[in-house]
Nanobody, 115 residues
Framework: QVHLRESGGGLVQAGGSLRLSCAAS????????MNWYRQTPGKQRELVAN???????NYADSVKGRFIISRDWAKNTVDLQMNNLKSEDTGVYYC?????????WGRGTQVTVSS
């Protein structure tokens, strides 16, 4: 079993920044990568960024150059630094991992960007 807890969401003006954090507990053996998804109004949940165990990041085109994902495997945390936020970044952000074919999700953290 894996438990994920997100934090760091909030309300920010367009152009501002937020930093999300995800703390994972439980067995993290064989988990790779760690992912951040978001659910924006009217859209399906989408992968925003992920990072592999060797530190290789991947980003959705919509956030490239603005978001930075980082991880601390020893502490089982993954952070998402979000810069130059836009109104279309508004949504609920979820931390996600896959283990043994099962997807584990946190409860999510709300990010609201006002224009």
């Amino acid at each position: 079993q894996v438990h994920l807890r997100e934090s760091g969401g909030g309300l920010v003006q367009a152009g501002g920044s937020l930093r999300l954090s995800c703390a994972a507990s439980g067995s993290m053996v064989s988990i790779n990568p760690m992912n951040w998804y978001r659910q924006t109004p009217g859209k399906q949940r989408e992968l925003v960024a992920n990072i592999t165990r060797d530190g290789s990041p991947n980003y959705a085109d919509s956030v490239k150059g603005r978001f930075i994902i980082s991880r601390d495997w020893a502490k089982n945390t993954v952070d998402l630094q979000m810069n130059n936020l836009k109104s279309e970044d508004t949504g609920v952000y979820y931390c996600n991992v896959v283990r043994g074919g099962t997807m584990f999700w946190g409860r999510g953290t709300q990010v609201t960007v006002s224009s």
